[in-house]
């Protein structure tokens, strides 16, 4: 029986303090009068903290506070410095690249994409691509990146930065991180050489993104589908990754266990029914569509019988996955989220009647399975803003 | 984005360094140089910190420290008090209330048990047992408790100390811990009747049980069948209890979408396939037997046919909703525990060949299935065992 941790010390401390005023400035424009009462923290303590974030760039004044009521000098607005660090974010697809910066607010400043089919290029050939695509939306933002993150359509391992395995693109076991820099450094971006790389997977970047800009409760799962299909379980606020970091794998969920054939080994996955190839081939129409999300949802809406009838049977397999997961996991929300989002209108009816039917040992609110609003921009959002959520929650570190 | 907390302080870093050295103590017998060294912190501060977790009873000197090899007086050891604050649990069981004390350090130190068919009585008449029992047990360890925990066979909502659903007992909305109280004042208990009062689900404190003694990895599935079947989530050490406290009902998860009809009202749960009822009935015998887990691990031992065949389909049921719960949690290791501790050898051959076909996406291991021994006396371990080591945690606490 040991609990873990070191001494708490004075330098803690104030890394610790600079976190939580740093944390009341980002949750709105306040005084330091102000920062002071919701902290707890002494006014002349607030100041010091203050001047040392606004030395950092992360801090800056902006006007007058919203006046107090009470008689004096009104304090000046504290506020997020617009030209602070700022999050890179790339995103590298199966038939695109895609890249954006946002400012310390987690407002975006630029993003670009360009189509690529990546499927079978070499992991050097799309790295050049997405370094060159990172230098151009890091120039035309002018900010200065305090790191990248870059989203990529596979398992990432414990070893940094590492994709183990991307079966969409053909790659397995591919240092990302490490190919990313000698590439920067070609595309003539040295700068962006020297950062912090950090890669994760698309599934887990989108939900994260849905947690911390989708206004989501704390504890939720967050299914979406780019090549492959992948959950986020987001709980306590943090994203669940797993002993090894495989956590989220919803696709090969067992949903009919005597079910067809799945190309990971498996019979009856989740991807067999309501997976790209899957769907498209029960809707009659050929694999590799170019954008098959945006195709369905046009042949869907102008009432295309097959394509309805092949997303209904796609939302009641997602369903039976789903309940299998809310059994597991109790979230509080169920998000559709990634290219589902945009297919949620005619997914969500069978969804909804299988976790009626199934989910009754607990309290289940049809409410509660509800569809992004940032859909399939959630992956390069979360990455980018994790970058500048970092800075936040420890704006003391070198 | 909001940071939430409060402002570090030195009452806070006293805490902290009291739990910090009590875990240090926990962790086997110290000088209060070793501690120091181990913890960072002065020598000075070691011996104040001690002193204070001395006078409220929970360290005790053992004798001269192991010999440093050093000249000089050696320091002697110090231990967990054997005398100091106690954990006192509890269990309703369907077919048997149980209870125990165990010590500061988690040794048992008093443990009881007595059948009683609980199905359908009241939860007054149950309790007023378990009182009993408490007062018993207490009496006869002769220490103090801190606390007591109980474990229920059923779901735990999140209003303290309520149990919302325990189907097998025939229990809904029963205010466990309010109706402890004045049963363990009218079984002259009155000292018991003011201490906190904690309820937990079964599986829950399994899982805690085989965490905090079974030396599990941080990340693991616990998996236990008593009246239903639960399971254990525990991850990065801590347990994963759901949005509402309702997660780890593996029970009804679907293990075949279209198979028989669940008194839960959904089909093809796995409790239909691995559950008491189910595999009694595929074993041919009747409903209800007493001790159906000592009963089918002995006519299986004795070689009967139809138990095992039941036994290994059930097996086969678990290795499905196993695989599921792999690719959503990855945990490190999967433990089969509570009952199906006992019945590992005829269970475990059919989940090994589930597992082995249907986990392929990410590494797995035959080695990470596992079997508890702790088994059945887990809930009730970890009942008790989480009385001492919330103190053991914040002994800082009034």
Same mark, same amino acid.
């Given at each position: 029986?040991?609990?873990?941790?070191?001494?708490?010390?004075?330098?803690?401390? +104030?890394?610790?303090?600079?976190?939580?005023?740093?944390?009341?400035?980002?949750?709105?424009?306040?005084?330091?009068?102000?920062?002071?009462?919701?902290?707890?923290?002494? +006014?002349?303590?607030?100041?010091?903290?203050?001047?040392?974030?606004?030395?950092?760039?992360?801090?800056?004044?902006? #006007?007058?506070?919203?006046?107090?009521?009470?008689?004096?000098?009104?304090?000046?607005?504290?506020?997020?410095?617009?030209?602070?660090?700022?999050?890179?974010?790339?995103?590298?697809?199966?038939? &695109?690249?895609?890249?954006?910066?946002?400012?310390?607010?987690?407002?975006?400043?630029?993003?670009?994409?360009?189509?690529?089919?990546?499927?079978?290029?070499?992991?050097?050939?799309?790295?050049?691509?997405?370094?060159?695509?990172?230098?151009?939306?890091?120039?035309?933002?002018?900010?200065?990146?305090?790191?990248?993150?870059?989203?990529?359509?596979?398992?990432?391992?414990?070893?940094?930065?590492?994709?183990?395995?991307?079966?969409?693109?053909?790659?397995?076991?591919?240092?990302?991180?490490?190919?990313?820099?000698?590439?920067?450094? +070609?595309?003539?971006?040295?700068?962006?050489?020297?950062?912090?790389?950090?890669?994760?997977?698309?599934?887990?970047?989108?939900?994260?993104?849905? &947690?911390?800009?989708?206004?989501?409760?704390?504890?939720?799962? &967050?299914?979406?589908?780019?090549?492959?299909?992948?959950?986020?379980?987001?709980?306590?606020?943090?994203?669940?990754?797993?002993?090894?970091?495989?956590?989220?794998?919803?696709?090969?969920?067992?949903?009919?266990?005597?079910?067809?054939?799945?190309?990971?080994?498996?019979?009856?996955?989740?991807?067999?029914?309501?997976?790209?190839?899957?769907?498209?081939?029960?809707?009659?129409?050929?694999?590799?569509?170019?954008?098959?999300?945006?195709? *369905?949802?046009?042949?869907?809406?102008?009432?295309?019988?097959?394509?309805?009838?092949?997303?209904?049977?796609?939302?009641?397999? %997602?369903?039976?996955?789903?309940?299998?997961?809310?059994?597991?996991?109790?979230?509080?929300?169920?998000? %559709?989220?990634?290219?589902?989002?945009? *297919?949620?209108?005619?997914?969500?009816?069978?969804?909804?009647?299988?976790?009626?039917?199934?989910?009754?040992?607990?309290?289940?609110?049809?409410?509660?399975?509800?569809?992004?609003?940032?859909?399939?921009?959630?992956?390069?959002?979360?990455?980018?803003? #994790?970058?500048?959520?970092?800075?936040?929650?420890?704006?003391?570190?070198?």
């Amino acid at each position: 029986m040991q609990v873990r941790g070191g001494p708490a010390s004075q330098q803690g401390m +104030r890394r610790a303090n600079l976190a939580l005023v740093l944390g009341e400035i980002a949750a709105g424009p306040k005084s330091r009068a102000e920062v002071a009462a919701r902290t707890g923290l002494t +006014r002349a303590a607030v100041s010091s903290l203050v001047d040392e974030l606004a030395a950092g760039g992360l801090v800056a004044e902006s #006007g007058p506070a919203v006046p107090s009521g009470k008689v004096g000098r009104p304090g000046t607005a504290l506020v997020l410095a617009p030209d602070g660090p700022a999050g890179l974010g790339g995103e590298i697809g199966v038939e &695109h690249l895609a890249a954006c910066v946002v400012d310390l607010r987690g407002e975006v400043r630029e993003w670009r994409r360009r189509d690529v089919r990546n499927r079978d290029r070499t992991p050097e050939a799309v790295l050049a691509d997405l370094a060159e695509l990172l230098r151009e939306v890091s120039d035309a933002a002018g900010l200065t990146p305090a790191g990248i993150a870059v989203a990529v359509p596979g398992l990432v391992g414990a070893a940094e930065g590492v994709v183990v395995r991307a079966p969409n693109l053909g790659w397995s076991e591919v240092a990302v991180a490490a190919g990313l820099r000698p590439a920067l450094r +070609r595309a003539g971006a040295t700068g962006l050489a020297g950062l912090p790389i950090g890669i994760d997977n698309e599934a887990n970047l989108g939900g994260l993104a849905e &947690h911390w800009l989708g206004g989501r409760p704390d504890s939720f799962c &967050h299914l979406s589908a780019e090549a492959g299909i992948g959950a986020a379980l987001v709980v306590d606020g943090r994203l669940l990754r797993g002993a090894r970091g495989f956590a989220g794998e919803l696709g090969h969920v067992p949903v009919r266990p005597d079910g067809p054939d799945c190309p990971c080994g498996a019979r009856g996955c989740l991807e067999q029914y309501a997976g790209e190839q899957a769907v498209l081939r029960a809707a009659g129409l050929p694999g590799f569509v170019d954008d098959w999300v945006g195709e *369905l949802a046009r042949r869907a809406r102008a009432g295309d019988a097959a394509v309805r009838e092949a997303l209904a049977a796609a939302g009641t397999a %997602l369903g039976i996955a789903v309940t299998g997961a809310v059994n597991l996991i109790d979230p509080a929300e169920v998000v %559709l989220g990634g290219g589902y989002a945009e *297919l949620g209108e005619w997914l969500l009816p069978a969804m909804r009647d299988e976790l009626a039917a199934r989910v009754t040992v607990r309290p289940w609110d049809d409410g509660w399975l509800t569809v992004s609003e940032l859909g399939r921009r959630g992956p390069l959002l979360g990455a980018a803003v #994790g970058v500048v959520r970092a800075v936040l929650a420890d704006p003391g570190q070198d």
